[in-house]
């Protein structure tokens, strides 16, 4: 039995399409879907616009995080498929980007952590609910971005 075989299946794509489509539908119609993290609980909630690197207009999408100080962590992980998601993609193309937050709207630029940075935020993730088991389902992935919103 080779290691993936070992680690735990993500949930179906239709099931995570589907909470993504509701999840924004919520925030775009009723304005709810946002929230902080809360350590030793649950990740936040925010939305990321990013500007299409082939369209040039904006794209939104609602993206779990935590804090490093002023910054937000989150990973570009598309479900746990193997493929970046398109919010990275755009995110690299036009690192200068938007969150919204229940705080309040703040421009951001987006990086990708490295080395000791990366590792020290990967583990910060286990201090909250929703991510499932990270190590596991990004054993699945060639590589996990972990991706740093820093506020300009």
């Not at 990086?111 to 990366?118: P, T, V």
């Not at 020290?120 to 190590?135: A, H, Q």
């Amino acid at each position: 039995m080779t290691d993936r075989e070992k680690t735990p299946a993500p949930p179906p794509r239709w099931f995570v399409r589907s909470v993504w489509t509701g999840h924004r539908l919520l925030f775009r119609t009723t304005g709810r879907g946002l929230s902080r993290p809360r350590p030793g609980d649950r990740m936040g909630m925010l939305r990321l616009r990013v500007q299409g690197r082939r369209t040039g207009r904006e794209r939104a999408v609602i993206l779990g995080y935590h804090l490093d100080g002023d910054s937000y962590v989150t990973l570009a992980m598309n479900g746990w498929a193997e493929a970046d998601p398109a919010w990275w993609l755009n995110l690299r193309a036009h690192p200068s980007a938007e969150v919204d937050t229940v705080d309040g709207t703040f421009g951001v630029v987006g990086r990708e952590a490295a080395g000791e940075e990366r590792e020290r935020l990967w583990r910060r993730f286990d201090d909250y609910r929703g991510w499932g088991d990270i190590d596991a389902f990004s054993a699945r992935r060639p590589h996990t971005p972990v991706v740093v919103l820093d506020r300009r």
